[in-house]
């Protein structure tokens, strides 16, 4: 139990485009998901924290109108890069959270984005 | 503001050897404490959770432990193998997940 998926698992796409990575909680409601970025040999940065049918909450330093975070329902969420820049090129992962007393979160594989 | 830090950075041990990671964070206020392995490229890997109300967990080969007062968690290896090779990061789950930058492992057979 307890799976989380993420589409696509890696895309290349042309400076300037717009790109858009789902993330799913397979077999549980995600009250809470969260977008994390990963640059090469670095950790994780959380980038935002997204709650069911609520904006985003995100850190500071990272552009809310450059990634857009939407959590429409209990199971998805989608971050999309717009604008995409060759500096964006990273790998970015999702995690959710059920909620009800859990603080645990469960991680999708990843989606490795390459901007050209 | 949490911080989680880990010692070493890197690190590399022949096989067979037991070894210690260590991750401290600086807000002792956390819900959970846990250990996650990376392969490069590839996303993370839970290998044990720590409640914040425990003091360690074992799983195989591996065992956490978690000192909330002194702000301190290890993660112990046993019987390593090259299979082990890999960055382990640790995280400290409050409303959020504040990762360490983790330690990059490599058994030498």
């Known amino acids: 139990g307890a799976v989380v998926s993420q589409h696509p698992s890696w895309v290349i796409c042309k400076s300037g485009t717009s790109v858009k990575i789902e993330c799913r909680s397979l077999?549980?409601?995600?009250?809470?998901m969260f977008w994390y970025r990963q640059f090469p040999k670095q950790s994780l940065m959380l980038m935002a924290t997204?709650?069911?049918?609520?904006?985003?909450?995100?850190e500071q330093g990272v552009e809310k109108d450059k990634f857009l975070i939407n959590h429409a329902s209990l199971t998805l969420s989608t971050l999309t890069v717009t604008s995409a820049h060759p500096e964006d090129s990273s790998f970015y992962i999702c995690?959710?959270?059920?909620?009800?007393?859990?603080?645990?979160?469960?991680f999708g594989p990843g989606t490795r984005l390459t901007v050209t | 503001k949490q911080e989680v830090t880990q010692i070493p950075a890197a690190l590399s041990v022949p096989e067979g050897e037991n070894l210690v990671l260590n991750c401290s964070f600086t807000?002792?206020?956390?819900?959970?404490l846990q250990w996650f392995r990376q392969d490069p490229g590839k996303g993370l890997t839970s290998l044990l959770l720590?409640?914040?109300?425990?003091r360690e967990q074992t799983s195989g080969r591996l065992n956490a432990s978690l000192d909330k007062s002194s702000g301190r968690s290890t993660l112990y290896i046993a019987a390593s193998q090259p299979g082990d090779s890999a960055t382990y990061l640790c995280?400290?789950?409050?409303?959020?997940?504040?990762f360490g930058k983790g330690t990059r492992l490599h058994i030498l057979p």
């Open positions: 720590i409640q914040s109300s425990q």
């Open positions: 995280a400290a789950l409050d409303d959020k997940i504040i």
């Open positions: 995690s959710a959270r059920p909620g009800h007393g859990s603080y645990e979160q469960y």
């Open positions: 807000d002792s206020a956390i819900y959970n």
């Open positions: 077999d549980f409601q995600a009250t809470t």
């Open positions: 997204s709650n069911e049918g609520s904006k985003a909450t995100y």
